[in-house]
């Protein structure tokens, strides 16, 4: 096949919903991760304490549902946090099912990160303006669920 006939195959490309998702995500991934640097965590990480937190030892199949990636991903996304000992994984009251823990150090770091992460927070809701940021998270609890 030509280049010219697969361009043309390709001249919606820009509206991709795909592309342009993954645009803005690394994106916002940058601006949060900068502004998250000052504790030592990027984007990914805070949020996995966070919802750590808010689940209240979670199992890691029930983490990884929530979080929107396999388990897989998620235990190697935990590693790092395993290796910092800002959580745990202990199995849980069936012995089959690990859940995972906030630590003190993953607490400490979680009260430091929380400003920071309210602060990118507040930006990209300035940014945006409160309608169209309220309506982009309507949008992308819709979205979430395309797919699965």
């Given at each position: ?14 509206s991709?919903?795909l592309f ?33 937190t808010m ?12 979080l ?7 235990t ?19 012995r ?7 630590t ?7 009260a ?12 990209f ?8 940021f309220?309506?982009l998270l309507?949008?992308l ?8």
């Amino acid at each position: 096949m030509s280049l010219d006939l697969l361009r043309s195959k390709l001249e919606n490309c820009p509206s991709c919903a795909l592309f342009n998702f993954r645009k803005t995500t690394r994106s916002l991934t940058h601006r949060y991760d900068k502004v998250l640097q000052e504790c030592g965590l990027r984007g990914t990480q805070f949020t996995i304490l966070a919802l750590v937190t808010m689940m209240d030892k979670p199992t890691i199949g029930h983490l990884a549902k929530n979080l929107g990636m396999d388990r897989t991903t998620l235990t190697r996304n935990l590693k790092p946090l395993l290796k910092a000992n800002f959580v745990e994984c202990k199995p849980g009251m069936d012995r089959r099912r690990r859940e995972v823990t906030l630590t003190e150090n993953g607490a400490a770091v979680l009260a430091k990160a929380i400003p920071l992460w309210k602060q990118a927070q507040q930006e990209f809701i300035e940014y945006l303006g409160p309608e169209r940021f309220d309506a982009l998270l309507d949008e992308l609890r819709v979205s979430a669920k395309f797919g699965r």
